[in-house]
């Protein structure tokens, strides 16, 4: 896991286990962070609940993502340059997928609430 790779390379004083640990609890507080922004996007009427405003902000996440992985791997010293476009690829679709994925689970609790 690329997260955990990163942790190595901070040299933290901490067992490798704790390391994917950590790097698995960063990977879902993101992801939580992104949850909860698509949330008060939806509730202040920023952005209406549909399928394509999820696909749209899954996509700008994935950007969001695609940059911050270049940063931190960047910073880090990961030269492995050969799988980056494919990476980059797989990234970008799994943000939308996100995106529309969290557009239904908030469309459906938001009905069962109501």
Known sequence: MLLKYI???LNLNISD???EILAWLIHYAIG?????SYY???QYQVV??????GFILGAISGIIGIIGWIIMLKLSGF???AEDEGYYIQLFIAHIIFGIAAILVLS???KSYN
Do not use: A, C, Q
């Not at 209406?48 to 405003?53: A, C, K, L």
């Open 32 to 36: 939580f962070v992104f949850v909860l």
């Open 17 to 19: 286990r704790l390391k």
């Open 48 to 53: 209406e609940y549909s399928i394509i405003n």
């Open 108 to 110: 459906f609790l938001g």
């Open 7 to 9: 942790l190595i390379k």
């Open 79 to 81: 030269n492995k340059k």
């Open 40 to 42: 008060f996007l939806w």
